[in-house]
């Protein structure tokens, strides 16, 4: 059963912006931190920013005052925009979400898909110069 449910993504020009959806069960959205991590080819899976429910964010320094996590609570989704996308940003991007705080930085693919528990499906962004 699908639990977390991405949207957006897609192909963009450096400079341009981007927008990631993500649905969740009232469950999930109501009782886990939840965020996005990206992977690009050949590099460990990275978290980029979370929410947790009572409304505290992260961000990874590379993407500070360019990307902005919100949360729609009618519609138990979380959104992530982005802006001034450089080609540095170009990854799948997965939702993700715990119950616990979602494990920071840069970690091991097959670790953190044993120590988290929800995951989305992945969402490929591509942004060219």
């Known amino acids: 059963q699908v639990q977390l449910v991405e949207s957006g993504g897609g192909s963009v020009q450096a400079g341009g912006s981007l927008k990631l959806s993500c649905a969740a069960s009232?469950?999930?959205?109501?009782?886990?931190?939840m965020g996005w991590y990206r992977q690009a080819p050949g590099k460990e899976r990275e978290l980029v920013s979370s929410?947790?429910?009572?409304?505290?964010?992260t961000y990874t320094d590379s993407v500070k005052g360019r990307f902005t996590i919100s949360q729609d609570n009618a519609k138990n989704t979380v959104h992530l925009q982005m802006n001034s996308l450089k080609t540095e940003d170009t990854a799948v991007y997965y939702c993700?979400?715990?119950?616990?705080?979602?494990?920071?930085?840069?970690?091991?693919?097959?670790?953190?898909?044993?120590?988290?528990?929800?995951w989305g499906q992945g969402t490929q962004v591509t942004v060219s110069s």
């Open positions: 993700a979400a715990d119950p616990q705080l979602l494990p920071r930085g840069r970690r091991d693919e097959t670790w953190l898909q044993l120590n988290v528990a929800y």
């Open positions: 929410i947790s429910r009572d409304g505290t964010t």
């Open positions: 009232g469950y999930i959205f109501s009782t886990c931190e």
